[in-house]
């Protein structure tokens, strides 16, 4: 019987997937329009400044009942006015459908919002493990002053609702206030 070498590694420091096949997103300042509170702040930014970006593993279809995905989001330090950098955030599209998060570096928090809008925050430090329930958005954000990154598995038919955030956003934004990260109702 044949043993190989894993397909994929997963560097548990930094985050850093490699293996065939890793594909990512970025996502830059001109990407994120009406993400962040502060327009004035915002429009003073680089368009082509980096925010965030994904690097992952999908090793069937999206959409694919019962598989799994597996990937890194690396969040870089920044704030908009006040406001911390930040993933877009979304509810799945499938949205009873949970996903983990566990954190490989930097500092952080994990902004969770219910159907009925209601929005609280975990911490994410490095080995913070986070079970995000059904039906809740979920939004990351880097509270630190170095790149924030953090590993995610979810299904692969959970998808992406991002009209919903788009539209209404969360109830609640994550804002640097005298230094220190706290949760504002928005
Ligand atoms: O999709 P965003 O809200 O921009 O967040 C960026 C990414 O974060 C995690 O890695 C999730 O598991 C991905 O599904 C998501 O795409
Ligand atoms: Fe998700």
Redesign the pocket.
């Known amino acids: 019987m044949k043993i190989s070498a894993p397909k994929f590694m997963t560097d548990w420091k930094t985050g850093v997937v490699t293996g065939p096949e890793v594909q990512g997103?970025e996502?830059r300042v001109r990407d994120l329009d009406g993400v962040f509170a502060d327009e004035g702040a915002f429009s003073q930014l680089r368009p082509d400044r980096l925010v965030?970006r994904?690097a992952?593993v999908f090793p069937v279809p999206e959409g694919t009942e019962g598989g799994v995905?597996w990937?890194?989001?690396f969040i870089e330090p920044g704030t908009v006015g006040a406001e911390y950098f930040m993933?877009?955030?979304?509810f799945h599209a499938k949205a009873d459908r949970m996903?983990s998060?566990f954190t490989f570096a930097g500092t952080g928090l994990l902004v969770l919002m219910d159907t009925a809008r209601n929005c609280w925050a975990e911490e994410m430090t490095p080995g913070s493990t986070h079970l995000i329930p059904p039906y809740t958005a979920?939004?990351?954000v880097n509270t630190g002053d170095d790149v924030f990154s953090?590993?995610?598995?979810?299904p692969s038919d959970?998808g992406?609702d991002?009209d919903s955030?788009a539209e209404s956003g969360f109830s609640a934004r994550a804002m640097r206030v005298d230094g220190s990260p706290v949760l504002v109702p928005a």
Not at 87 to 90: L, P, S
Not at 150 to 154: E, I, L, P, S, V
């Open positions: 997103v996502r965030y994904t992952c995905f990937g890194t989001t993933t877009k955030g979304h996903e998060y979920h939004r990351t953090f590993g995610a598995c979810w959970a992406h991002y955030i």
